[in-house]
């Protein structure tokens, strides 16, 4: 069992930066890729970001790409979203995820359906 827990949310003003942190316990997660989605009111959970276990490639949505930099440290069992130049449709609970990679061939997945395990979320809001 994995145990994620996510901090570092808060209310931003447009333009500014947040650093959401996850720190995961119970095994490491060393051999996990790890994933960062978000989901606002009224809508589905979606893709922001995802790393591979060793931290070597990062995958990101368009909607941030540019913005965001996800970053982990295996050391500390924690990864990282940086999310820089927020906007209002930011606003909502991101969520970390962590999913076993079985296989050096697999890819690492953006759908929420894919995930193993995830932590319980931290709202970030950002005013206009």
């Known amino acids: 069992q994995v145990q994620l827990v996510e901090s570092g949310g808060g209310l931003v003003q447009t333009g500014g930066s947040l650093r959401l942190s996850c720190a995961a316990s119970?095994?490491?997660?060393?051999?996990?890729?790890m994933g960062w989605f978000r989901q606002a009111p009224g809508k589905e959970r979606e893709f922001v970001a995802a790393i591979t276990w060793r931290g070597l490639s990062t995958y990101y949505a368009d909607s941030v790409k540019g913005r965001f930099t996800f970053s982990r440290d295996n050391a500390k069992n924690t990864v990282y979203l940086q999310m820089n130049r927020l906007k209002p449709e930011d606003t909502a609970v991101y969520y970390c995820a962590a999913v076993l990679m079985r296989s050096v061939t697999m890819t690492v997945p953006r759908v929420p359906r894919e995930y193993d395990y995830w932590g319980q979320g931290t709202q970030v809001t950002v005013s206009s």
């Open positions: 119970g095994r490491t997660v060393s051999s996990y890729a």
